[in-house]
């Protein structure tokens, strides 16, 4: 299963354009991805109000991650490890938001 780790640093959180953003950017990639942090159970990456129910606040290290079911050669598992580098970076990068 692809998984790339990441720590939220909006100031909000993953809450309002943050989040917004974040979304956006899971479905633009095509793949089912989840997001989940410490002691909490995986949420849908692609829905905004599970994310921001979910509560991911700065400074929070999340997992997201893809299943194995959705990959399904070495190409699309290139695929989704990118992406989820990406999303890991979009995460990391929206301190000023």
Same mark, same amino acid.
């Given at each position: *299963? +692809?998984?790339?780790? !990441?720590?939220?640093? @909006?100031?909000?959180?993953?809450? /309002?354009? +943050?989040?917004?953003?974040f979304v956006r950017a899971?479905? %633009?990639? =095509?793949? +089912?991805?989840?997001?989940?942090? /410490? =002691? @909490? =159970?995986?949420?849908? @990456? ?5 994310? *921001?129910?979910?509560?991911? +606040?700065?400074?929070c290290e999340?997992?997201? /991650? ?6 399904? %050669?070495? &190409? ?6 990118? @992406?989820?580098?990406?999303? =890991?970076? &979009? &995460?990391? !990068?929206?301190?000023?938001?």
């Amino acid at each position: *299963m +692809p998984i790339q780790k !990441a720590v939220v640093a @909006a100031a909000v959180g993953l809450h /309002a354009r +943050p989040a917004a953003a974040f979304v956006r950017a899971v479905t %633009d990639t =095509g793949l +089912p991805v989840t997001i989940s942090k /410490a =002691g @909490a =159970g995986k949420v849908d @990456a692609r829905s905004l109000l599970q994310v *921001m129910i979910a509560d991911f +606040p700065q400074g929070c290290e999340v997992e997201l /991650a893809i299943s194995d079911n959705a990959v399904d %050669d070495a &190409l699309g598992r290139k695929k989704a490890e990118d @992406a989820l580098r990406r999303l =890991g970076r &979009l &995460l990391e !990068a929206q301190a000023d938001s």
